[in-house]
């Protein structure tokens, strides 16, 4: 006589947890990729567009500039300025210009964000859901 084990007994809902963990594991790749993607900020002088990197490497790197834009405000330093480099090249900027850089990543970032928190609570993630017409 055969002796089922029960352990190994997978259930349609078991099977569909691990669908759905796979779904939602698909759009925070597609969100972290879109999000590493980058944008065009135009200092509107002399210096121009320029494309500002966003991977998470690049990411660490806007801390550090941003603690030091940061700080340089609270001294009352509107002067000085901070050598960064862009995918377009280098460029110093100022504290304040730093924190206009900062509301337009937002600007970048946010909807992006937005996008993956209603894909991930719908009830049935799009199979396309890396189609454009899912993300801003």
Do not use: N
Request: hydrophobic share 45%.
């Amino acid at each position: 006589m055969a002796t089922i084990d029960l352990s190994k007994l997978v259930t349609a809902g078991m099977k569909t947890a691990q669908t759905r963990q796979a779904q939602t594991a698909a759009v925070i790749a597609e969100r972290e990729r879109r999000l590493a993607a980058g944008f065009d900020y135009d200092f509107e002088d002399t210096r121009g567009v320029h494309r500002i990197a966003t991977s998470e490497q690049d990411m660490r790197g806007w801390d550090e500039v941003t603690k030091i834009a940061s700080a340089m405000i609270a001294l009352g330093d509107h002067i000085s300025t901070i050598d960064i480099v862009t995918e377009t090249g280098p460029v110093p900027v100022k504290a304040i210009e730093w924190q206009r850089v900062l509301v337009a990543a937002a600007a970048f970032r946010q909807p992006i964000w937005a996008a993956s928190f209603a894909l991930q609570a719908t009830e049935r993630i799009p199979a396309d859901m890396t189609d454009d017409r899912h993300w801003p």
